[in-house]
């Protein structure tokens, strides 16, 4: 168990809907990442937040947003689904941006019929 | 921005074979992470490194630092079945963000 916890595990969805999802970080860890990871692709970089403030952006669709809360929980919003945005979406955090080590949830895994 | 070369891309081999596989990058790194995937579940770290030179170990597995901070490599020995899957390099830049290697896939025949 890594400490990082996603929900929800599985989400299936319509094509054009609006989905959220959701994680808490390890314990003291400020950082959180988002990963996109498309079936049999690496991990896509998404978006990166510390303590609450955006500070890096990946290749993250402006359909896509996130937000860091002040409890360090963050959410990750899609919006007008498309078929392919089907994957897995994995959240990581580490105790500061870019440093030490990096630790993955268990990853959602949506699917956009 | 930076780029990690993996290889090599997927291994077949036989159940108590070592393994080798090995990340170049084009930047220097301060970090070396490595971590194995199963099919549907998040990446799980196996080792860090944070020292050139630096040669650590997890059991049956051993990764050493580059000297040049440009490279690392990760061994596997007396392969077992559960070894199968996929190994993932990384380290991150001076900034914020943590690079990916495209990964190494592998297969282990019982």
């Known amino acids: 168990d890594s400490g990082v916890t996603q929900t929800p595990k599985h989400l299936i969805t319509a094509t054009g809907q609006r989905v959220t999802l959701r994680c808490s970080p390890r314990?003291?860890?400020?950082?959180v990442y988002w990963y996109q990871q498309s079936l049999d692709q690496g991990l896509q970089f998404l978006i990166q937040?510390?303590?609450?403030?955006?500070?890096a952006k990946g290749n993250i669709l402006e359909r896509f947003s996130a937000q860091q809360f002040p409890d360090l929980h963050s959410e990750l919003n899609l919006s007008s689904l498309e078929l392919g945005d089907s994957a897995l979406y994995f959240c990581?955090?580490?105790?500061?941006?870019?440093?030490?080590?990096?630790?993955f949830g268990e990853g959602s895994r949506l699917t956009v019929l | 921005g930076q780029q990690l070369n993996q290889s090599p891309q997927s291994m077949f081999i036989q159940e108590g074979e070592d393994v080798s596989m090995n990340c170049t990058s084009s930047?220097?790194?301060?970090?070396w992470l490595w971590y194995k995937q199963d099919p549907g579940e998040g990446p799980v770290l196996l080792i860090a490194?944070?020292?050139?030179?630096e040669l650590t170990s997890n059991g049956r597995l051993t990764a050493q630092f580059g000297i040049t901070r440009k490279d690392s490599f990760l061994n596997i020995s007396a392969s077992i079945p559960s070894d199968v899957g996929i190994y993932f390099c990384?380290?991150?830049?001076?900034?914020?963000?943590?690079?990916f290697g495209s990964g190494t896939k592998l297969n282990v025949k019982p």
């Open positions: 990581a955090s580490s105790v500061r941006p870019g440093a030490g080590e990096l630790f």
């Open positions: 314990s003291g860890d400020l950082s």
């Open positions: 937040y510390y303590n609450g403030e955006e500070r």
């Open positions: 930047s220097i790194f301060n970090t």
């Open positions: 490194l944070y020292k050139a030179g």
């Open positions: 990384a380290g991150p830049d001076n900034f914020n963000k943590f690079y």
